[in-house]
C-alpha cells in the first residue's frame, strides 16, 4: 500500500514557506494574471535582462485562481514525495543544495528555449510555479535508486530509471499542447539539474588529490623510507 514518508524537518519548513508565499502572493496581487507579484517575480525570457532576479523568484509565484492552487497542491505532494526521502538519505544540506540547483537549471533551461521561441517570432511565455523544485527533488531522488525496482503510487511497477523517462516524456508532452516554451526548458533545465546533482554528488571531484600524493612521494623518497632506531629509543607506534 502506498504511503507517503515521514515529514523531515526541512522539507516540513520548506512546504510551510512555499503555503506562505502562495497566499501572500494571491492577497497582494491585484487578480490579474499579468499583474501584481506576478510579472515581478515570474521568468519571462525577453525581460529576463532586465529582472535578473526572476531567474532565481520563479519558483514562489502562481497566478491567483483555480489553476495556481491545484498547481500548489500538486508541486507540495511531490516536495514532499521526493523531497523528505532524498534529506533522510542525504541530510537537509544536500536537500536544499539540490533545491537550488534545480531552481537554477529551471531558469536557464528557460531562458534557452524562451528566447529561441523569441527569436523565431513565437510566444515564449513564462516559467513560474515550485515545480522546478519538486521535479529537481523527485528525480534526483530517483536517480539515488538507480535501476531499483519501485511501485509507482503503489500501482504501477516501474524501474527509478523508468520513472525518470516517464517525467521527460509527460512534460514534453504537457509543455507542447500548453505551447509554453519556457515552461518546457524550465521541466527539463530542473530535471537534468537533479540527475547531474546527484551524479556530483555521488562522484564529487578530487582537487589535486594526484599532485598531492606524487608531491608526498617524493618527501619520502629523498628521506628514504627506513631509519635507525636506537636501543634507548622508543619505537615509533603506527595504530595511534
Known amino acids: 500500500m502506498f504511503q507517503f514518508p515521514p ?3 526541512t522539507c516540513k519548513k520548506l512546504l510551510v514557506a512555499l503555503g506562505a508565499i502562495y497566499i501572500l502572493g494571491a492577497l497582494a496581487s491585484t487578480g490579474s494574471p499579468t499583474g501584481g507579484v506576478f510579472t515581478l517575480f515570474a521568468l519571462f525570457p525577453a525581460a529576463a535582462a532586465s529582472q535578473p532576479w526572476t531567474m532565481l523568484t520563479h519558483v514562489l509565484v502562481l497566478p491567483p485562481g483555480p489553476d495556481g492552487f491545484w498547481a500548489l497542491i500538486i508541486g507540495l505532494l511531490f516536495v514532499w514525495l521526493g523531497g523528505a526521502q532524498f534529506e533522510q538519505r542525504y541530510g537537509s544540506k544536500r536537500m536544499l543544495q539540490l533545491c537550488a540547483a534545480g531552481t537554477v537549471g529551471a531558469g536557464l533551461g528557460a531562458l534557452v528555449l524562451g528566447l529561441l521561441a523569441h527569436s523565431a517570432g513565437m510566444n515564449s511565455g513564462a516559467l513560474l510555479g515550485p515545480s522546478a ?4 527533488l523527485f528525480i534526483g531522488y530517483m536517480t539515488t535508486m538507480g535501476q531499483q525496482q519501485i511501485s509507482f503510487f503503489g500501482i504501477f511497477p516501474l524501474r527509478a530509471d523508468q520513472v525518470v523517462w516517464l517525467f521527460v516524456g509527460l512534460s514534453v508532452l504537457q509543455q507542447v499542447f500548453s ?6 526548458g524550465g521541466d527539463l ?3 537534468a539539474s537533479g ?13 589535486g588529490g594526484g599532485k598531492k600524493r606524487r608531491k608526498a ?3 619520502r623518497g629523498k628521506r628514504g623510507p627506513l ?4 636501543d634507548d629509543e622508543e619505537p615509533p607506534n603506527y595504530l595511534n
Request: net charge positive; charged share 20%; no cysteine.
Open 133 to 136: 523544485l519538486w521535479l529537481a
Open 7 to 9: 515529514l523531515t524537518p
Open 179 to 184: 505551447t509554453n516554451p519556457s515552461a518546457l
Open 195 to 207: 540527475v547531474l546533482f546527484v551524479r556530483w554528488m555521488q562522484n564529487p571531484p578530487r582537487k
Open 227 to 230: 631509519r635507525v632506531v636506537r
Open 217 to 219: 612521494g617524493k618527501k
Open 189 to 191: 533545465g530542473a530535471m
